[in-house]
């Protein structure tokens, strides 16, 4: 093991700047390559305050003297504690392990205020979704129990962890699943850089077995729900939430997903001369034929006047009508909030609601299989052809006029 050398340096650059007073830093060198670490301090320090002797780097003209060469005392011997425990094990200390020591704070032996300073700063660039639920999963650890030492970390402690998720909390297992995922890493990170005993290590997750089978149950809106909706008058302030609430309105009327609107053509929209509007088009997902007899929803047509392209357009609607999906989701749920629906509702839904509307209201299986444009037989049961007369036959029944949605 190359052993690293510490030293503490004042004005390192040989800087000269009007004021005279300067940074410290830790000089650490590692086989003649040298990196320095920021000491943070209250007040920057003078060529007169500078003494430069161990234990008394700083002379008491300073008025932090005590406070800076205590500080430069504690991140000494934090990286002297590091050295010692990389050479009895004879494994080589690297920079990132040394600053990442040297910028925690708190209880070294502590693995809560790890994974705490594991998010703020990362060895890996995480995404925001990522980071998210190392935090939640940090919050449920601290719930469990307020503190958490390495040595502590065994079969046991995590075994009553999945128990507090899976019984006290009720999570399902893909949600425990995530949250242990982000335990599994932070633990073998602590373990890399010699926190927790390899020892410790052995056979810690075995017994714990996390079915992650999802039982989906399909949310929709009801059609006093759909009326809310559609109801809504939004302030000047919120004005923009408006064009989403329609935009959700047509996922209803044609069970359509967001991106099949976004490729919504107007050669795809038919205006019969019997009947009225109709879609003769495709999905995105799978660019299945769908058939969508747009005339039953008379607010459909309100929307597309509202939000439609210009003649040079081939799209139906003006690409500025859309936002990034993640946003859209967002404003969605704030539209639920406002209109008092209790639900949480994302894109799908709209699709989702769609299909409950025609089967709660009478249309025949293979009718909705047609409308949906739905890939496989399984999906609808009874997926066979079907075309324009028999759409129109198949919903005569179906009179959404009259429930003013």
């Known amino acids: 093991m190359d052993i690293p050398q510490i030293a503490v340096v004042w004005n390192w650059r040989n800087q000269d700047n009007i004021s005279g007073d300067y940074s410290i830093h830790l000089r650490i060198t590692i086989n003649r390559v040298s990196k320095y670490y920021k000491i943070q301090i209250p007040k920057k320090v003078s060529r007169e305050e500078w003494s430069g002797k161990d234990d008394a780097w700083v002379k008491p003209s300073h008025p932090f003297a005590f406070e800076i060469n205590n500080k430069i005392t504690e991140k000494k011997m934090l990286v002297h504690d590091l050295i010692k425990k990389y050479y009895y094990l004879n494994k080589p200390l ?3 392990v040394i600053f990442r020591q040297l910028k925690r704070r708190g ?3 502590s693995f809560l205020e790890f994974m705490q300073h594991y998010i703020i700063d990362p060895p890996e660039k ?3 979704n990522t980071l998210k639920k190392y935090e939640t999963c940090l919050k449920h650890l601290s719930k469990f129990r307020s503190s958490i030492y390495f040595n502590e970390i065994d079969q046991t402690l995590i075994q009553d962890f999945f128990k507090y998720l899976q019984v006290t909390l009720k999570l399902g297992g893909p949600t425990i699943k995530k949250y242990f995922d982000a335990l599994k890493k932070v633990i073998k990170v ?11 290590m052995e056979f810690l997750f075995a017994d714990i077995k996390i079915s992650t089978k999802r039982m989906t149950k399909r949310i929709y809106l009801e059609t006093d729900e759909i009326k809310k909706w559609k109801a809504l008058v939004f302030s000047e302030e ?3 939430l408006e064009r989403d609430r329609d935009i959700f309105l047509f996922q209803i009327y044609t069970g359509y997903y967001y991106k099949d609107l976004q490729i919504f053509k107007k050669d795809q929209l038919i205006d019969d001369e019997e009947f009225g509007f109709f879609i003769v088009g495709e999905r995105d997902k799978n660019g299945n034929e769908t058939i969508i007899p747009l005339f039953k929803f008379p607010y459909a047509m309100t929307v597309i006047k509202k939000y439609g392209s210009d003649k ?6 003006k690409k500025e009508t859309f936002i990034e999906e993640q946003a859209y989701n967002r404003n969605l749920k704030e539209i639920a909030a406002m209109a008092g629906i209790a639900k949480t509702i994302y894109n799908k839904v709209g699709r989702h609601t769609n299909a409950q509307l025609w089967v709660r209201y009478g249309a025949e299986r293979p009718i909705i299989s047609k409308m949906l444009g739905h890939q496989k037989e399984e999906t609808t049961r009874h997926y066979f052809s079907v075309n324009l007369p028999e759409i129109v036959e198949g919903t005569r029944k179906v009179d959404f006029k009259r429930l003013g949605i």
């Open 126 to 128: 995480l995404q925001e």
């Open 312 to 317: 040079s357009s081939l799209l139906i609607f």
């Open 238 to 240: 919120k004005k923009y």
């Open 107 to 109: 209880d070294a032996n």
């Open 190 to 200: 602590a373990r890399r850089e010699n926190y927790i005993d390899a020892t410790q």
């Open 94 to 96: 690297s920079f990132p």
